[in-house]
């Protein structure tokens, strides 16, 4: 009896191998297919990374400022009382050789202490220094444009009161204005 109970033992001795090596490849397995889910997430979220840097880029290069003074002009005034009428600035691009920006497409939305008006009246012609080099409603590398805002009609705003004008282009970062208008109103002021 002792020998078929040899006998048996002897065929577990290469079952317990034979699993250990089952279960080891079960192990190689899993973390290989692990390991590669990891480095596909990394790469994917190292591309998003690469992407959202470009996209900003792409944003930045369209993106308008102000370049000069704002000015607050009233030229009907007859009476320091009478209201602002208008508003010119400047506006060029930010980055040389960036992505031109469609003036037909900018927003200007005013508001104040009393008011708040969406997409304003406002007019632009190329400044005189500036040499037109494509379409007239683009502005693009080394040309500058003149924006004059009329002020909406509703707006009573006085001295040393302070109103927002929010330049909003189709693309890029908006510019925000934020100007007081001085102790002494006359037809042109340089707002600070």
Not at 64 to 83: I, K, N, R
Not at 108 to 131: L, Q
Not at 157 to 174: D, K, N, R
């Amino acid at each position: 009896m002792n020998r078929i109970l040899r006998k048996l033992h002897r065929g577990q001795r290469g079952m317990t191998g034979l699993e250990t090596a089952i279960i080891l490849i079960a192990f190689v397995t899993v973390a290989s297919v692990l390991a590669y889910s990891v480095l596909s997430a990394g790469i994917f979220s190292a591309e998003k990374g690469k992407a959202t840097v470009y996209s900003g880029l792409e944003s930045v290069q369209a993106t308008m400022e102000v370049q000069g003074s704002v000015l607050g002009l009233a030229p009907s005034m007859t009476l320091p009382t009478d209201p602002l009428e208008q508003v010119q600035f400047n506006v060029g691009l930010t980055v040389q050789g960036g992505e031109k920006v469609d003036m037909n497409s900018v927003v200007i939305n005013y508001f104040d202490s009393a008011m708040h008006e969406e997409d304003v009246d406002w007019a632009n012609v190329i400044s005189p220094g500036s040499t037109e080099r494509g379409s007239v409603a683009l502005l693009e590398e080394d040309e500058i444009f003149i924006v004059t805002v009329t002020m909406p009609e509703a707006s009573a705003i006085g001295v040393y009161e302070s109103f927002t004008l929010q330049v909003i282009p189709p693309t890029g970062a908006t510019i925000t204005l934020q100007r007081t208008l001085p102790g002494g109103l006359s037809k042109v002021m340089d707002l600070q």
